[in-house]
């Protein structure tokens, strides 16, 4: 069994790639690998709470972030640095995300086997 | 070493990074365990691609790489039909894989890489 790390840094709907990773994520974790989520840069507004993403008709898939540990997916991150550049807090965001700092991104990244950015 | 090599870029898109990278690696005697399309990366399988004369073929770089040294291309099914490439599509070299074949793949690799 690997460890994968995904890392998101991208604005939620502005490319196909972020639901495709979820859905990958998931699907990983069902083959009983232990996957962790760390959203970076502009990947932290794929966190924010009550998107609606029907109304450019796009699937909204990010509601799925509320719900991972139902696929035993516990590891989920998002940067500090970011969140500050938005000025967003952790009231805003879906629930169950660790905030982490970028010293702490680094030793993720060096626990991980397989790390996917997309 | 073992590698498996995960392309996610197409093949306007700087996918050849990894094309370039699968290259190198079997020249230095390296291993790919596997060469899997995942995402964006499914757009390389197309053999319907037909690019100007004066530009680069990466669908035709990757069939070739995969026919010398006889490697199968696996390319993310759900990747695929999203974006209507069908595998009666592919080009030479490319085959449906799941991403059980991935995880199986990267379970036996030192290394997976992914550009």
């Given at each position: 069994m690997k460890k994968y790390l995904f890392i998101l840094r991208q604005?939620?709907?502005?490319?196909?790639q972020n639901l495709e990773a979820i859905e990958t994520a998931l699907a990983l974790a069902t083959f009983m690998q232990k996957v962790s989520l760390l959203f970076i840069e502009n990947g932290?507004?794929?966190?924010?709470?009550?998107?609606?993403a029907n109304l450019i008709?796009?699937?909204?898939?990010?509601?799925a972030y509320a719900g991972l540990n139902l696929f035993d997916i516990k590891d989920v991150f998002v940067s500090n640095t970011a969140l500050n550049q938005f000025g967003l807090?952790?009231?805003?965001l879906n629930s169950n995300i660790t905030i982490i700092n970028n010293s702490q991104i680094a030793t993720l990244m060096q626990q991980n086997d397989i790390v996917i950015t997309i | 070493m073992k590698f498996v090599l995960i392309v996610r870029t197409?093949?306007?898109?700087?996918?050849y990074s990894a094309l370039k990278f699968a290259q190198t690696a079997l020249q230095l005697e390296?291993?790919?365990?596997c060469i899997y399309f995942l995402f964006d990366g499914?757009?390389?399988?197309?053999?319907?691609i037909d690019m100007p004369s004066d530009e680069y073929s990466l669908a035709k770089d990757w069939s070739d790489l995969a026919a010398s040294y006889n490697l199968t291309l696996g390319v993310c099914a759900a990747s695929s039909t999203r974006r209507g490439i069908a595998p009666n599509n592919f080009a030479p070299g490319f085959a449906p894989a799941s991403l059980g074949q991935l995880v199986a793949s990267c379970d036996l690799a030192d290394r997976v890489v992914c550009l």
């Open positions: 604005a939620p709907y502005s490319s196909y932290v507004l794929q966190l924010l709470r009550d998107q609606n008709r796009h699937k909204q898939f990010t509601q807090r952790k009231e805003d | 197409n093949h306007l898109n700087n996918s390296h291993e790919l365990e499914a757009y390389c399988a197309n053999q319907q």
